[in-house]
């Protein structure tokens, strides 16, 4: 099941939140480190989870999170210019038709197959949430390896500027271009397809 939630209807959708921000904390803290704030001991929620915020969740037939994206309007403060602008080769893009994509992670406590499958989901339907709602341009801090792997996927993207050591990792800054075309140019690079290659069995953040 693939769901968008924003401020309007957080309430309704409380069991998914839930299960992505416990999912958040075992990706970004637990597993990779990252040293995050921590609710209740069991649930990465930080600043930037406010209202404005927006999350695409691929989740199963009980709820529970298999994949997520959360998506930060560029017309406020986001993570690529307060945190990251020296990632950036000119000024960091802004704009009511550019949001910033953070926290992309899919759950390891499945298969290399349902991870594979959850992770093209969440894919197609952030260019399907862009065309829907008015998005040109999404951009986000990416480790090298991992952005390497997301030029590979078929659509328009871009780095941003050169890659740069920060805090032990060499991260990237970058940008991808929506249009009309892009969900076939996915598809076209394999995007949905049911073939496992040795860059699906592991999982990586495309944003911080």
């Not at 910033?100 to 899919?106: A, D, G, H, K, L």
């Not at 290399?112 to 862009?130: N, P, Q, S």
Request: hydrophobic content about 45%; charged content about 20%; proline content about 4%.
């Amino acid at each position: 099941m693939f769901i968008s939630i924003h401020h309007d209807n957080c309430a309704h959708e409380h069991v998914a939140l839930r299960s992505m921000f416990e999912a958040r904390k075992r990706i970004f803290v637990d597993r990779l480190g990252w040293d995050l704030p921590i609710l209740a001991g069991r649930f990465e929620i930080d600043h930037f989870d406010d209202p404005h915020a927006t999350y695409l969740i691929v989740t199963d037939g009980d709820g529970d999170h298999r994949a997520s994206a959360r998506l930060l309007p560029t017309t406020r403060p986001a993570l690529l210019d307060g945190l990251f602008p020296h990632l950036v080769a000119g000024s960091v893009p802004q704009g009511p038709a550019i949001f910033e994509i953070t926290r992309f992670c899919v759950s390891r406590g499945a298969s290399a197959a349902v991870r594979r499958k959850a992770r093209d989901k969440l894919l197609l339907g952030l260019v399907d949430y862009a065309l829907a709602n008015g998005i040109e341009t999404y951009t986000g801090v990416a480790e090298l390896a991992w952005f390497r792997q997301v030029q590979r996927f078929g659509w328009d993207c871009s780095a941003l500027g050169e890659p740069c050591l920060d805090g032990g990792r060499t991260l990237t800054a970058l940008q991808i271009e929506i249009a009309a075309d892009t969900r076939a140019r996915l598809a076209a690079a394999g995007i949905g397809a049911t073939t496992i290659g040795q860059a699906d069995r592991t999982s990586a953040p495309v944003a911080a």
